[in-house]
Every structure is written in C-alpha cells, then in structure tokens.
C-alpha cells in the first residue's frame, strides 16, 4: 500500500494551466542534495493519511479542481501507483506526476492514466551519477524521457539550478541535449533552501544561472522557457 506522506489541497503552481490537488508519497531512490523535501527519500512505511481518505477528499472537489498532482519524495516507487492514478482518473481530474523518470517501466504503465509529466533532469549525462547520488540512473531517465516523447504525453523538462552541484555551463550543455532530443518545454528552478539546509548557497551563486545572457542563449533554444 502506498505510503502517503501528506496533501496540498489546492495549487496553482504544481500542475501548469490547472487548479490542482498535490499527493506527496515517501521514498526516493536518489539523494539530490538540493532536494526539496529530503525528509520524503526515506519511506518508513508509516502514512500521515490514508488513501481512502484522500479519495474522499478528492470526491468533495469535483467540478473546483482540475487536476491531482502525484509527487514525493518519488511517486512512480510506490508498488500500487498505477491503480491509483487509475483510481483519481475514473473520479474525472487529470492526473500530473511528478517523476525523477529512473522508473521507466512504472511510467509506461501509467501512460493511460497520466496527462501531464515534470520530469527533472538532475545534470548534464556524464555527471549524473555523481548528482543523483546512485549510478546507473541517467540511462533510466533518458528511457523515460524517449517513451514520453514518443508518446506525445505533455510534459515539461526541469532542472534545479544547485550551484554546489551544476555550474551555468552544465545548465546550458543540458538545454543544448533536450533540444536535441526534442523537448519543447524546460524549466529552470532557482535552488531554495528547505528544512535541515546545512550549506546553503549565497544568492550570487544562485543568481549565475539566470543571467541576461545565459537566458537569452537557452531561450533560442526552446518555444516555452519558464523560470521559477
């Protein structure tokens, strides 16, 4: 049974275009360390609510919200998340997730009950692993990120911008390998301090990244750049 670590109850923000519901689940396989909810990567086993009684609360928004976002931590390691997805689908939202993409299996089932896909690309292929923190993991995502392209699912490509972690030049060398890949949408995040934050970066560090000329070169590069 899913381990559901806690719901938002309404955003605009999560799931592009919709008023949406946010599901977070616990566990992750990785261990960014620019995570925004690193007290989601271990999953414990022990819920903070009960799926049904999420469906109960999904059951009252009925015609007030559009969608329902599924995150974490990371959603797609839950055992039982394609039924339900499945589950919120049948109730009438569109369903988001949000997706490291290392389970590539996981989302092809899921295919049917998805609408929308933010997949994160942590870093530039040659440096994901040290990333991530687990090998093997930038072949995974590329999987995920060739089945959503083929599949024609909506989804928008995003990268944290940790400048502990990425320097303006890997954020540019992986705009430059979704262009060719064929993403259209890319999202470029400023990194945010979270709880239990020991070595936050300055602000002139964060702000690199988002320089009139680095935007200016990336913008080329895509029809629809967002910052946030």
């Known amino acids: 049974m899913a381990t559901v670590a806690g719901l938002v109850p309404f955003t605009t923000i999560d799931y592009p275009g919709c008023l949406a519901a946010v599901v977070f689940f616990k566990g ?6 620019f995570c925004h909810n690193p ?24 015609g007030k919200l559009d969608g329902v976002v599924l995150s974490g931590g990371e959603p797609l390691m839950q055992p039982d998340i394609v039924d339900l997805a499945r589950q919120v689908k049948k109730l009438g939202f569109k369903v988001g997730i949000h997706t490291s993409g290392v389970y590539p299996d996981k989302l092809r089932q899921m295919a049917a009950y998805i609408d929308w896909v933010g997949l994160d690309i942590k870093a530039p292929w040659n440096k994901y692993d040290g990333v991530c923190g687990r090998s093997q993991m930038g072949d995974k995502v590329k999987e995920s990120l060739s089945f959503l392209l083929e599949q024609g699912i909506a989804f928008e490509a995003r990268t944290t911008c940790d400048p502990d972690c990425l320097t303006p030049e890997d954020v540019l060398a992986i705009a430059k390998e979704l262009k060719a ?29 988002f320089k009139e000329e680095i935007l200016a070169e990336i913008k080329t590069l895509f029809p629809d750049l967002i910052i946030r």
């Open 181 to 209: 890949d064929g993403v259209k949408t890319y999202a470029m995040q400023h990194y945010r301090t979270f709880k239990g934050d020991k070595h936050p970066p300055e602000q002139s560090a964060i702000n690199q990244f």
């Open 28 to 33: 992750c396989p990785l261990k960014c360390p």
């Open 39 to 62: 007290d989601l990567q271990e999953n414990d086993g022990k819920g903070e609510m009960e799926w049904a009684d999420i469906l109960s609360f999904l059951s009252e928004r009925k």
